[in-house]
């Protein structure tokens, strides 16, 4: 797939580690090798999978003369700080639309991702609650200043649109060639699965580069068939998007909806167990929204033989740790 004729800012220039995880699978006992792909070392301040997204997207507000950015996300959004963090590299002004997915959850004193939206210098936050459509809340905020003479580019939720999603057709061939030089290939794949973008360009990258390593989505929000449904469209988004004459093949997109509880970004036992197992094996920090509650959907279907015995399984780091500073005491109480 020819990813060069689109542009791009080069927020990624080198390949993010391939780790095996020898404590961590030990610790397991489930008979199978973990690996891991370190996204969350990618550049961006904190570090996750956004900044590939964004290579796209915030390019393309270059290209059309944009001088200001406007994305929206939850209260402690990774995505929005790290639409900040470039934006601040660009010389761009951003400006950010929050939603209360829990009711009264914005707190301008709280620490994680919130206390780094001060931090980096964001020029508004607009707290919306939780169902507003979030497009038509940016609009209105792009409107305002498009009549104060400023000409902003709105970046959708997560970055997951057609465009943010090459960021992660890219990293999936970026895997494909890793595992050519490490002279190693992986059974299955384990991704978080949010806004889509993630999942849908593995997906893509996956279909269009006839890689066929099976790949099970950890949904971290909404309904199963609701989220595959969101991972198939933006899948087949991106190949239309590229030019690729193929489709993503319904069965072939998984996201499972097990390991959400109660709800979006509330803690879950399993996610505090999975977060502490990584940190306590291998000194690798997980995030209590994303990655804790996808690590803990691959510990719990290792544990039930959900990946056959000596099965190489590779986990996505998507990144996300600033939020652990956000959830001190759910943490605490677990010791
Ligand atoms: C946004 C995010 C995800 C989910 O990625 P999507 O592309 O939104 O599905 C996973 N992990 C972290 C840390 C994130 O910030």
């Given at each position: 797939m020819n990813l060069a004729k689109f542009i791009k800012r080069g927020y990624a220039p080198n390949p993010t580690p391939i780790e095996y995880l020898p404590n961590f699978s030990r610790a397991l006992n489930a008979d199978i090798d973990v690996y891991i792909k370190r996204d969350d070392m990618l550049p961006g301040a904190g570090g996750g999978n956004k900044t590939r997204k964004l290579d796209f997207c915030i390019a393309d507000a270059l290209?059309?003369?944009?001088?200001?950015?406007?994305?929206?996300?939850?209260?402690?959004?990774?995505h929005c700080r790290l639409t900040l963090a470039w934006a601040v590299h660009e010389g761009l002004d951003c400006h950010l639309v929050l939603e209360e997915r829990v009711p009264n959850s914005y707190d301008e004193e709280a620490s994680g991702n919130n206390f780094?939206?001060?931090?980096?210098?964001?020029?508004?936050?607009?707290?919306?609650?939780?169902?507003?459509?979030?497009?038509?809340?940016m609009q209105k905020v792009a409107d305002k200043l498009t009549a104060d003479g400023k000409k902003p580019y709105i970046i959708p939720g997560g970055a997951s649109n057609a465009l943010g999603a090459l960021g992660y057709v890219s990293c999936m061939e970026e895997i494909m060639a890793q595992m050519f030089a490490m002279n190693l290939t992986f059974d299955h794949m384990v991704v978080p699965s949010?806004?889509?973008?993630?999942?849908?360009g593995i997906m893509a990258g996956m279909i269009g580069n006839n890689i066929n390593i099976p790949v099970t989505g950890i949904g971290v929000n909404r309904p199963k068939a609701v989220q595959e449904k969101a991972v198939y469209d933006l899948a087949n988004a991106a190949l239309a998007l590229i030019g690729v004459d193929a489709k993503v093949p319904a069965d072939k997109v998984v996201a499972f909806d097990d390991y959400v509880g109660p709800g979006y970004s509330l803690p879950t036992d399993a996610m505090v167990e999975a977060v502490q197992m990584l940190a306590r094996t291998e000194a690798i920090l997980l995030d209590p929204v994303y990655s804790g509650k996808a690590m803990s959907g691959l510990i719990d279907l290792a544990r039930k033989g959900y990946f056959a015995k000596g099965s190489k399984v590779l986990f996505l780091h998507t990144g996300g740790s600033p939020a652990l500073f956000a959830y001190l005491p759910t943490f605490r109480a677990a010791k």
């Open positions: 290209q059309k003369g944009c001088d200001t950015v406007i994305t929206c996300g939850a209260v402690q959004s990774n780094l939206f001060q931090l980096l210098g964001v020029k508004s936050i607009t707290v919306v609650p939780g169902g507003t459509n979030m497009l038509d809340a949010g806004s889509a973008g993630t999942h849908g």
